[in-house]
C-alpha cells in the first residue's frame, strides 16, 4: 500500500506540480496588468478568473493551476502578469515565482520518498521474517 501511495505521490509531484510551478515562473517577465477577480473558487485547483485590459480588449482568463489568492473575494484587485502574444496565459503576480504549486511539488516528492522507504523498510523486514 505504502508503495502505491509513493507512486501515486510521485507521479502527482513530477507530473502535474512541477510543470504548474514552471509555467507560473515562465510568466516573471510578462506584461503587467491591474485585474479584477472575476470569478472566486478554488484558486489551487485553477478555478478562479480575473479579467483585466490587454491591448485595448477586455480579457477574461483563468488563473492556472497553483496559484494562490483563494480567499480573495469576487471584485477584488489583483496584480497580474501575462503573454503579450497570448493574454489569457496569466498568473497572478505575487504567484510568478512558483506559488503553491512550487510548495506543494516538494511536499509531494518529499511525502513519495517517505512512502518509498517504508516500502523498502517493511520489504526488508518482511524478507528477515521469512529466513527465520
Request: charged letters at 15%; hydrophobic letters at 50%; aromatic letters at 6%.
Amino acid at each position: 500500500m505504502s508503495l502505491a501511495f509513493a507512486l501515486l505521490l510521485g507521479a502527482l509531484s513530477a507530473l502535474v506540480m512541477f510543470p504548474a510551478a514552471q509555467h507560473l515562473r515562465s510568466l516573471q517577465d510578462g506584461e503587467r496588468a491591474r485585474a479584477t477577480l472575476h470569478t472566486a473558487g478554488a484558486c489551487m485547483t485553477g478555478q478562479c478568473k480575473v479579467t483585466f485590459e490587454a491591448n485595448g480588449q477586455t480579457v477574461v482568463a483563468d488563473l492556472p493551476v497553483g496559484s494562490g489568492g483563494g480567499k480573495s473575494s469576487v471584485g477584488a484587485a489583483v496584480d497580474v502578469r501575462y503573454q503579450a502574444d497570448d493574454p489569457r496565459v496569466v498568473a497572478r503576480e505575487q504567484d510568478t515565482g512558483g506559488g503553491g504549486a512550487a510548495l506543494l511539488a516538494w511536499l509531494t516528492a518529499g511525502a513519495a520518498v517517505f512512502f518509498l522507504a517504508l516500502s523498502g523498510a517493511a520489504a526488508i523486514f518482511l524478507a528477515r521474517q521469512r529466513r527465520t
